[in-house]
């Protein structure tokens, strides 16, 4: 009935348990469960922020808007010439480009020289919502150590340090945004003071705008001293290429003309066409030279090859006639002998036209080879031809190449300068079509309402910032939590069947009812049907060997093991005759839950002889369940356990009832020496209260001394804390049957 063990680490089934096993809906009834402790949490941290927000210095804000000039810019700057409209893209960097410009360096320290913040006490009316200092309370700053503190310490800085120190405060919190869609530029500023606000707001529109007029001014003047030297410059380049084109063609005595290198490569070309022409009459003549060749000095009619017969007709009609006659000879052989005179003269006419038909072939042969020295000569001679053209083309061409660079050079460099030249003429006129780079539309105006802190904002981040601190700690402790709270997950931590599940009972009915007494005044309840279940359970495993006697026992105090015990002895007794043992001779508890008195003969007193059994037993009125309770309680428990006629009791005992229920000390020394004696153990487990780890030390303990280990027992199990975790609907424990049940699984 054992399943194997399983090694798994402390915790890793409850984890694993815990992954797999809840659902969204059962975090959410977490959260729930554990709400008020989170609102008043967040209620808390919001009151907190309340009262921060309320204790910090105002921030004041000062806006102004600016119109930026968006046409293009780079032309009229570099040389004067006059604006163009950008595209959409070029706008759109234009403007971000202004925007970075706002807030360089350059425009604080002109803003600052302006107002001389540097001098005065406006520097310290500069702080706003991105200076983390202005956050911390004035009663808090003021209790600030000196270095904690810059520039309020008593060292006083330096006219350079406090200038430094302005400038950056200034870039950093001036703010420039531009307005979707349009060419507007909105420039903000926030500050503790709501004048000083609107002064740095529109001394930065103005430093923008005169920086705009002086830096286009500086590049008009850098751009006309620079054409200045490059027209200089450009002037003598001309003349120089000039000078050098007519020098070369002096030098050289070039006429050379675009119709002349036109006829030169016509020529070519001509020559090329006749060289192929010659090289293909060449290849032609030599391939029927060497079919002369095969055909050997005196060939048959049937071996001259066909080219030769194109070449010459004769040789065609002379083959078709030997060949003619020779059939003729050969018919004439067959009816007449060899001197007959017809067959005389068709030989002698075959010999007539077989010499034609050589001399034919010979005539021809001396032909081919003829016209084959005359091809060879004529294509030598196009190609000393063709290679001296080339030469001669070759050389004009380079005289050209470097005329036509001379040429174009000197046209390059005239352009250049015309270029220049009207570049120049035009820079002398861009100051007086120059327009603004910016207006300003709304200048800023002295803010009367504060804008920060916001105390609503504030509130609300902190409240939920809080409520989701919150639901995380509780996931979290969730999550860490290494208790045993399912049977599933008991079975996979441990590795050992779970026999059933025992529902908590509130505190109402422990009042009213014992929870020992639930399964005989409420036998239709869900902790009466898990007793019932349980005992099955045990039955079955009866079957497949004797289990007289059964010891309960439990991890650590406290986990319901007596309730367990005389629990099952109660169901059993109704089918069984049963005995009931109290063997936790250090805390006995069942005497005194059956009425008897505490110093009633029991287990002590059979083992050690001083009372007779009969006087020992107790039989309870109203029950079909008898006691042995602890009776006398010794100094030394594990030796009086121990003692060798403890074996013999329990075996008397065995033979005298059924069902024997042991409710025994946790397991430790005294249990595993019952456990031996056993034929049976269960082990209580206190949902939500007993750790993995150690239950899973209880078990080796077991295991180690070879305790027949039938399963656990999960007691106090929460039904409603199971339907919210989606294991079961919430009610009756046959709902819940399967959740609570793993060894149905």
Not at 171 to 196: H, K, M, N, R
Not at 288 to 313: H, N
Request: aromatic share 4%; hydrophobic share 45%; proline share 5%.
């Amino acid at each position: 009935m054992q399943h194997p063990p399983k090694s798994l680490p402390d915790g890793q089934g409850r984890r694993s348990e815990r992954s797999s096993g809840l659902s969204i809906a059962a975090w959410w009834n977490l959260t729930r469960k554990h709400r008020f402790g989170i609102l008043g949490f967040s209620l808390m941290c919001g009151l907190g922020a309340f009262l921060y927000a309320s204790s910090l210095v105002p921030i004041y804000r000062a806006e102004t808007s600016l119109l930026l000039d968006t046409r293009g810019r780079i032309g009229a700057d570099a040389a004067g010439g006059p604006a163009t409209w950008l595209s959409p893209r070029d706008v759109s960097s234009y403007l971000k480009t202004q925007t970075v410009l706002m807030r360089s360096r350059t425009l604080a320290e002109s803003v600052i020289d302006r107002l001389k913040l540097a001098d005065g006490p406006g520097f310290k009316a500069l702080g706003s919502g991105s200076d983390w200092q202005v956050w911390i309370p004035g009663g808090l700053r003021d209790q600030l150590p000196p270095g904690w503190w810059p520039l309020a310490s008593d060292a006083s800085p330096t006219q350079d340090q406090a200038r430094a120190a302005a400038v950056e405060t200034l870039s950093a919190d001036i703010e420039a945004e531009v307005v979707a869609g349009t060419d507007l530029v909105e420039l903000s500023f926030s500050a503790t003071d709501p004048q000083l606000a609107a002064s740095v707001v529109n001394a930065y529109a103005d430093a923008y705008i005169e920086l705009g007029y002086e830096t286009r001014l500086r590049a008009l003047t850098k751009a006309t001293g620079w054409l200045t030297e490059r027209l200089d410059a450009l002037r003598a380049q001309v003349e120089a290429s000039e000078a050098r084109l007519q020098a070369f063609q002096e030098e050289e005595g070039l006429t050379v003309t675009d119709q002349a290198l036109d006829l030169t490569a016509k020529q070519l070309q001509e020559l090329a066409d006749r060289l192929v022409q010659a090289q293909v009459r060449h290849d032609e003549l030599q391939r029927l030279d060497a079919q002369v060749r095969l055909m050997g000095e005196t060939p048959s009619a049937e071996a001259i090859t066909p080219a030769l017969m194109v070449r010459s007709p004769d040789i065609q009609g002379l083959q078709g006639a030997v060949l003619q006659t020779a059939r003729e000879v050969t018919e004439l052989a067959k009816r007449y002998g060899p001197k007959h005179p017809k067959m005389l003269a068709a030989r002698s006419n075959l010999e007539t036209l077989t010499a034609g038909l050589t001399k034919a072939v010979a005539d021809a042969v001396t032909a081919v080879r003829r016209d084959l020295e005359v091809a060879a000569a004529n294509l030598a001679q196009l190609e000393a031809e063709l290679a001296a053209r080339k030469a001669q083309a070759q050389e004009a061409g380079r005289h050209e190449a470097e005329l036509r660079s001379l040429r174009r050079d000197l046209e390059t460099d005239r352009q250049l300068y015309d270029t220049f030249l009207t570049r120049f003429k035009e820079a002398g006129q861009g100051v007086e079509g120059e327009t603004a780079p910016a207006r300003v539309i709304d200048p800023a105006l002295v803010s009367l309402r504060p804008v920060g802190p916001r105390i609503g904002v504030w509130v609300t981040i902190a409240v939920l910032l809080a409520l989701v601190l919150g639901a995380v700690a509780v996931l979290v402790s969730e999550y860490l939590d290494n208790t045993v709270q399912s049977g599933e997950g008991l079975e996979e931590s441990l590795g050992l069947m779970v026999l059933g599940s025992l529902p908590m009972l509130g505190r109402w009915r422990t009042r009213r009812v014992l929870p020992e007494r639930m399964f005989l005044e409420h036998p239709r309840s869900e902790f009466a049907e898990a007793i019932r279940s349980i005992r099955a359970g045990l039955v079955l495993a009866g079957q497949e060997g004797v289990l007289r006697t059964l010891l309960v026992t439990s991890s650590v105090p406290g986990e319901g093991r007596t309730t367990l015990a005389v629990s099952l002895a109660l169901a059993m007794g109704r089918r069984d005759r049963t005995l009931l043992i109290d063997a936790d001779l250090r805390r006995p508890a069942l005497g005194a839950r059956f009425g008897l008195d505490s110093d009633a003969p029991g287990l002590g007193n059979l083992v050690t002889g001083s009372a007779e059994e009969g006087a020992c037993i107790h039989a309870i009125e109203g029950l079909q369940v008898d006691v042995l309770p602890a009776g006398n309680l010794p100094a030394e428990p594990l030796e009086l356990l121990s003692s060798p006629r403890l074996p013999e009791i329990l075996a008397g005992l065995a033979a005298r009832y059924e069902r024997i229920v042991i409710d025994s000390a946790p397991a430790q020394s005294d249990a595993l020496i019952l456990a031996r004696l056993c034929d049976g153990v269960v082990l209580v487990v206190g949902a939500n209260e007993t750790q993995v780890p150690v239950v899973q030390a209880t078990l080796g303990r077991l295991r180690h001394v070879g305790a027949p280990l039938l399963g656990t027992v999960l007691n106090r199990y929460d039904l409603r804390r199971v339907a919210r975790y989606g294991h079961c609907h919430q009610g009756s424990y046959r709902r819940c049957a399967g959740a609570l049940q793993g060894y149905r699984g």
